[in-house]
């Protein structure tokens, strides 16, 4: 629909060296891309999702790729993707 997608962006970001995001989301799509790195950089990137997430945002990862502990990170799982929790 053309009111959804004005408002609608698609960006890239260096996950690893990139500038910090200074906006919040609603939606972030990373697929496939955490299962290539080790587990320090996975929680580093995982907490930059979080903090650009709005309150009731949601993440998905890709079907392999999972958050061990994703209260740790103030997040909820769902069936396949996880909200940032409300305060």
């Known amino acids: ?18 500038v910090p995001i200074r906006q919040k989301f609603h939606l972030i799509f990373c697929r496939n891309v955490l299962i290539y790195f ?11 999702f979080v903090n650009n997430l709005e309150e009731g945002g949601v993440l998905f990862l890709g079907r392999h790729e999972s958050i061990l502990e994703p209260r740790d990170f103030n997040l909820e799982r769902e069936k396949s993707y996880y909200v940032k929790e409300r305060k």
């Open 38 to 48: 080790n587990f320090e950089l996975q929680k580093k990137v995982i907490q930059s």
């Open 1 to 18: 629909k053309s009111f959804l997608k004005k408002d609608i962006t698609y960006e890239e970001h260096d996950l690893i060296n990139g």
